[in-house]
T-cell receptor, first 113, second 112 residues
Framework: NAGVMQNPRHLVRRRGQEARLRCSPM?????VYWYRQLPEEGLKFMVYLQKENIIDESGMPKERFSAEFPKEGPSILRIQQVVRGDSAAYFC???????????FGPGTRLLVL | DAKTTQPNSMESNEEEPVHLPCNHSTISGTDYIHWYRQLPSQGPEYVIH???SNVNNRMASLAIAEDRKSSTLILHRATLRDAAVYYC?????????????FGKGTHLIIQP
């Protein structure tokens, strides 16, 4: 029973490029969460999605960041026009439902040059 | 989510029990107490959770104070693989916003 999958594991982008991070939840999980961990800091919640719906995006920066969880396929966190301050580890988690245990993926480490 | 307070770091010896404290004096009646840990260069890993009664699983035990204002995560026999940052998190079972609020956690160091 595969856990949460994230790819790529490492991503290098130059300033101004776009970054696309993918997350495949555990089998049977329809709730996905994205978190960001800046260097030497704790994890911060970004966005909570169910299939085709954004439920809570209170932690998402207002500009350049977007997330989706289509009916088919993985959840995507998209960062447009990346800046050096976007360099961080981005973790995805999935759960069976609201308030259920969240299981985390291994993360995508984004480096912006 | 309500605030939790944990020591910044703790140190223990291999094969000895470890007691990791967490204070949550403003906990509400619908808050569950969750513990996660994050090993170096990995994603957070669920450890255990409880509401009022003490809980045991294969990884750890959770002791919850009678007034629920504090709790203790117990690793019965620490190994070097238990070296990680441990996070104590309150989750409101009332629904609504479901993102986890991670604090700074406790950095657990295990000496061989």
């Amino acid at each position: 029973n595969a856990g949460v999958m994230q790819n790529p594991r490492h991503l290098v982008r130059r300033r101004g490029q776009e970054a696309r991070l993918r997350c495949s939840p555990m089998k049977g999980h329809s709730h996905v969460y994205w978190y960001r961990q800046l260097p030497e800091e704790g994890l911060k919640f970004m966005v909570y999605l169910q299939k085709e719906n954004i439920i809570d995006e209170s932690g998402m920066p207002k500009e350049r960041f977007s997330a989706e969880f289509p009916k088919e396929g993985p959840s995507i966190l998209r960062i447009q026009q990346v800046v050096r301050g976007d360099s961080a580890a981005y973790f995805c988690a999935s759960s069976l439902g609201l308030i259920e245990t969240q299981y985390f993926g291994p993360g995508t480490r984004l480096l912006v040059l | 989510d309500a605030k939790t307070t944990q020591p910044n770091s703790m140190e223990s010896n291999e094969e000895e029990p470890v007691h990791l404290p967490c204070n949550h004096s403003t906990i509400s009646g619908t808050d569950y107490i969750h513990w996660y840990r994050q090993l170096p260069s990995q994603g957070p890993e669920y450890v255990i959770h409880g509401l009022t009664s003490n809980v045991n699983n294969r990884m750890a035990s959770l002791a919850i104070a009678e007034d629920r204002k504090s709790s203790t995560l117990i690793l019965h026999r620490a190994t070097l693989r238990d070296a990680a940052v441990y996070y104590c998190i309150l989750r409101d079972s009332g629904g609504g916003a479901d993102g986890l609020t991670f604090g700074k956690g406790t950095h657990l160091i295990i000496q061989p």
